[in-house]
């Protein structure tokens, strides 16, 4: 039987590789009650083209060329407010789940789950509920225990990753190098780490900063 627009779950796709985001549309369209109604590769060109109520479940990658999917959600929520975002992405580190979720997201499901987790998930999410699966609960349970970075916390940590001193980095930022040690000890202490070398481990185990 031919699923009907008017009462099919409209879902809108937000990923950058063409042969995961056709399989995937192939997949929900198989679904009863499923329509996939759009596809875009960025969250450019979601934005760009996105009308409000056109969709009412948008699956959104987290990395995306340009613009990410965190900013992407935000800017679709922003536009349309009764759209519900679900993250469908390979990467679980605890900050990308807690900076989804905080963006307004309504799930966080992984791409090795299976059809019926997706189609499931898809499901009460459009009904309403906030569908989060155990193993990304987990990973909510281990940030909440976490205490979060300032933002300039967060940039000197992202030069601390690349290899930057202490100068290179009071230099980039426009801070002196003590005021650069400063920020170090506390982002050491916030999380629990006795060096630059174990930061820097942590902060890419978390998810706090990504190396591509």
């Known amino acids: 039987m031919k699923k009907s627009a008017d009462t099919a779950i409209k879902v809108m796709i937000v990923d950058d590789h063409p042969t995961f985001r056709m399989g995937l549309a192939a997949l929900i369209d198989s679904?009863?009650?499923?329509?996939?109604?759009a596809q875009f590769a960025s969250g450019e060109e979601a934005l760009a083209a996105y009308v409000p109520g056109a969709a009412s479940i948008v699956l959104m990658d987290l990395r995306l060329p340009g613009m990410g999917g965190v900013e992407a959600i935000i800017?679709?929520?922003?536009?349309?407010?009764?759209?519900?975002?679900?993250?469908?992405?390979?990467?679980?580190?605890?900050?990308?789940?807690?900076?989804?979720?905080q963006s307004g997201a309504r799930s966080?499901?992984?791409?090795?789950?299976?059809?019926?987790?997706?189609?499931?998930?898809?499901?009460?999410?459009?009904?309403?509920?906030?569908?989060?699966?155990?193993r990304i609960a987990e990973r909510l349970a281990e940030r909440a225990r976490r205490q979060s970075l300032s933002r300039r916390e967060q940039e000197v940590l992202h030069l601390l990753v690349r290899g930057r001193s202490n100068k290179e980095i009071g230099a980039q930022l426009f801070i002196s190098e003590e005021?650069?040690?400063?920020?170090?000890?506390?982002?050491?202490?916030?999380?629990?780490?006795?060096?630059?070398?174990?930061?820097?481990?942590?902060?890419?185990?978390?998810?706090?900063?990504?190396?591509?």
Not at 81 to 100: C, H, K, M, S
Not at 195 to 209: F, K, L, N, Q
């Open 179 to 212: 005021t650069v040690k400063s920020h170090l000890k506390t982002l050491f202490a916030k999380l629990k780490v006795r060096d630059r070398t174990d930061a820097a481990i942590s902060a890419v185990r978390h998810g706090i900063v990504h190396l591509e």
């Open 108 to 134: 966080y499901l992984l791409k090795d789950m299976s059809t019926e987790e997706i189609a499931g998930t898809i499901r009460g999410v459009h009904q309403g509920s906030t569908e989060i699966p155990q």
């Open 75 to 101: 800017g679709l929520l922003a536009r349309d407010p009764g759209v519900r975002a679900i993250v469908l992405t390979t990467y679980d580190a605890d900050e990308d789940v807690f900076r989804a979720m």
């Open 31 to 37: 679904q009863p009650g499923m329509s996939v109604v």
